[in-house]
């Protein structure tokens, strides 16, 4: 009791300041899914069908814990971000992937694209993207990756 005392004293008793410092990262709000905040949300929902649905999905990512694949299902993830990426700047929203440390989104020209609230990456309009080498990493040992005849990385979902 004593040991717990000290602790909630001492969490109490640090200055709390808001001023950050400087830094060479950056930082992003995540919101659940369900939150009104994410394209998702659908306010004529109750708590219960909130809960089961969450449920659901839970129960349905569990029959794929054996797969080294990132899946872009629209609905099928329980945290997301607000980002924009390249430029000219584009707002999308991802997937918060703890799996790995890449980000996934689908870019023009896309074949078989799933439905999705923002508009599609289009490579063409960004003066910032560029292709990945076939000697990035996670394209040697990703099982869905390879190598284009063009020299750069590739992959299949």
Not at 37 to 54: G, K
Request: hydrophobic residues 40%; proline residues 7%; charged residues 15%.
């Amino acid at each position: 009791m004593e040991l717990v005392f000290f602790v909630l004293l001492t969490l109490l008793s640090t200055p709390c300041n808001s001023k950050s410092k400087p830094s060479n990262g950056f930082s992003v709000d995540i919101f659940h899914r369900d939150s009104p905040l994410s394209p998702f949300y659908d306010p004529s929902l109750n708590h219960t069908e909130i809960v089961l649905r969450a449920a659901m999905r839970s129960i349905s990512r569990s029959y794929n814990l054996d797969k080294v694949e990132t899946k872009l299902i629209t609905n099928n993830g329980e945290y997301l971000m607000k980002m924009f990426i390249v430029t000219p700047l584009v707002e999308s929203f991802l997937i918060v992937d703890t799996g790995s440390d890449l980000i996934w989104i689908q870019c023009q020209p896309c074949v078989n694209c799933f439905l999705q609230f923002t508009p599609i990456f289009d490579t063409m309009k960004s003066s910032t993207y560029e292709k990945l080498p076939c000697s990035f990493h996670p394209c040697r040992v990703l099982p869905s990756a390879y190598c284009a005849v063009s020299g750069d990385c590739r992959y299949l979902l």
